[in-house]
């Protein structure tokens, strides 16, 4: 018999705010975290906004030793953790270690720590470099610290999938705990802005901003342009449902279930990409084992790029057919930007607090109605309802589809 899987902690580290409590209330009352960045010299490029973690104290949250090593990225997966484990009511010692496990999800994690430092091997006499130089440089190397620092025993899994990673880390984790494998765990996301990837993303044509029009995140937008890159990061703790309930936790919502395709992006028509994405949301109601018509409420991926937004607007409406405007639909990378290898966990957190709080944050910036976009978009104002359940879409630009059911208990 599958075990229940349910959500009782949340940890953030956003642009949008440190706290859950802070991150909800921005984003309910429609706040931009998006602003000009400062951590990156863009004088001689054209995209100049990001959503920039900024003012963040870590060592509120892991103490002052050893922060001096510890990359961005790490010091916000570990803040995020930190509050999670906090808000989880969980003991932070060994009692739970060997029940305990991490599955954290990166699209290319400390990317530009790791090509700094062979830089620098390569320039210089290896012998002369500080080993603690290598300490926080590997993809996997902030879950590593998360789980050394908090006494994590069980497994410890970093899952790069590109925009998908975060999404398919907490569909990992609930399948290890659905198995008894763990009895809980720390899943989520984390990314961090660096000039590799904002180039990766400039040269790919990605950016908002790039054809000179005006920069924003613009989901499901006529004039949509591209996305505004972003950071952080977004945790949860999954545990067994009887676990919880044992040690009186309090539990935000239940997941249900889990979906997951496969299609190459530049081999595919834009039809044959809408119906894997379909496909993704067919199989997480499957395994939920729930019509789509119960369905309250879908988190978007929708960033704000043309044919991103098409393939999965087509997909819902396909999917959905006539019924497709009935469903509320929100997307917060209007307010947040595009966190890549980190969004599907903030979007599962939205989606989570939707549940919880019985809101629905609306969409910011729309201005003009896309024609072939014909779905129940939240615009101008929060929506309050009370939602039994709800699906978390994301997608990657090379072919990952992956698709998250969440419940109220």
């Not at 309910?28 to 104290?57: F, Q």
């Not at 496909?279 to 109601?285: F, P, T, V």
């Not at 989606?351 to 896309?370: L, R, Y």
């Amino acid at each position: 018999m599958k075990r229940r899987v349910v959500v009782t902690g949340i940890g953030i580290v956003s642009p949008l705010g440190f706290t859950k409590d802070d991150f909800w209330n921005n984003l309910v009352e429609g706040k931009l975290g998006i602003a000009p960045m400062t951590s990156l010299d863009l004088s001689p490029y054209t995209c100049k906004l990001g959503g920039e973690v900024r003012d963040l104290r870590p060592e509120i949250y892991l103490g002052n030793k050893g922060l001096k090593y510890l990359h961005k990225g790490t010091r916000f997966l570990g803040s995020a953790t930190k509050m999670a484990l906090d808000d989880a009511k969980l003991p932070q010692d060994s009692s739970l270690s060997d029940q305990m496990g991490v599955v954290v999800g990166s699209s290319l994690g400390n990317f530009s720590e790791t090509t700094d430092y062979f830089y620098e091997i390569i320039r210089n006499n290896p012998s002369e470099l500080s080993p603690m130089v290598s300490y926080d440089v590997a993809l996997n190397s902030s879950i590593n610290y998360v789980s050394v620092t908090f006494k994590i025993k069980g497994l410890a899994r970093t899952i790069s999938a590109g925009f998908t990673s975060s999404a398919d880390a907490i569909g990992n984790a609930y399948g290890i705990i659905q198995r008894d494998m763990a009895k809980v765990i720390i899943a989520g996301g984390v990314e961090q802005i660096s000039i590799d990837l904002y180039l990766i993303f400039y040269l790919r044509g990605l950016l908002s901003g790039l054809d000179g029009t005006k920069e924003a995140g613009l989901p499901f937008d006529n004039k949509r342009n591209g996305f505004v890159m972003s950071e952080g990061s977004y945790v949860v703790i999954l545990e067994e449902l009887q676990h919880a309930l044992d040690r009186g936790a309090p539990i935000y919502a239940e997941v249900r279930g889990f979906g997951n395709t496969f299609v190459g992006g530049k081999n595919y028509s834009k039809e044959e990409r809408a119906r894997r994405v379909e496909r993704a949301m067919y199989s997480a109601l499957e395994e939920a084992d729930i019509q789509k018509e119960t369905i309250d409420l879908i988190s978007a991926n929708a960033n704000g790029c043309k044919m991103q937004d098409a393939i999965e607007a087509q997909a819902i409406q396909s999917f959905y057919g006539s019924k497709g405007n009935d469903i509320p639909v929100s997307a917060i990378k209007s307010n947040m930007g595009e966190s890549y290898g980190a969004a599907g966990a903030a979007q599962f957190i939205s989606t989570v607090m939707s549940i919880h709080t019985g809101t629905i944050p609306h969409i910011i910036n729309h201005n003009e109605k896309d024609p072939k976009v014909n779905l129940n978009l939240i615009l101008q104002n929060p929506v309050r309802k009370e939602i039994q359940n709800a699906l978390v879409n994301t997608m990657d630009y090379d072919g990952n589809n992956s698709c998250l059911v969440i419940s109220k208990l």
